[in-house]
């Protein structure tokens, strides 16, 4: 019996620390304006996708989103 509060109490720490870090990417979501494409995107749309994604709030947003969820994903804590 002394061993499952130990558990219970680290499992609830998970929760609230996913609870928390889901929320900040939800945030990051749904503050972000999403780019419109067009059915069929040009072809030359890639030829400055670096300089693009640097001045992009999306992409800023998912650089600090991004490492967020794929800790949670992977986490084994």
């Not at 996913?18 to 990051?28: A, C, P, R, T, Y």
């Not at 979501?29 to 640097?54: G, H, Q, R, V």
């Amino acid at each position: 019996m002394e061993r499952k509060q130990p558990v219970k109490k680290n499992f609830d720490k998970l929760i609230d620390r996913v609870k928390f870090n889901l929320s900040q990417v939800n945030k990051l979501c749904e503050t972000t304006p999403t780019p419109a494409y067009a059915a069929a995107p040009d072809p030359s749309i890639l030829k400055n996708l670096l300089p693009e994604c640097e001045d992009s709030d999306f992409w800023q947003n998912f650089k600090k989103a991004a490492p967020i969820m794929f800790c949670l994903a992977i986490e084994e804590d």
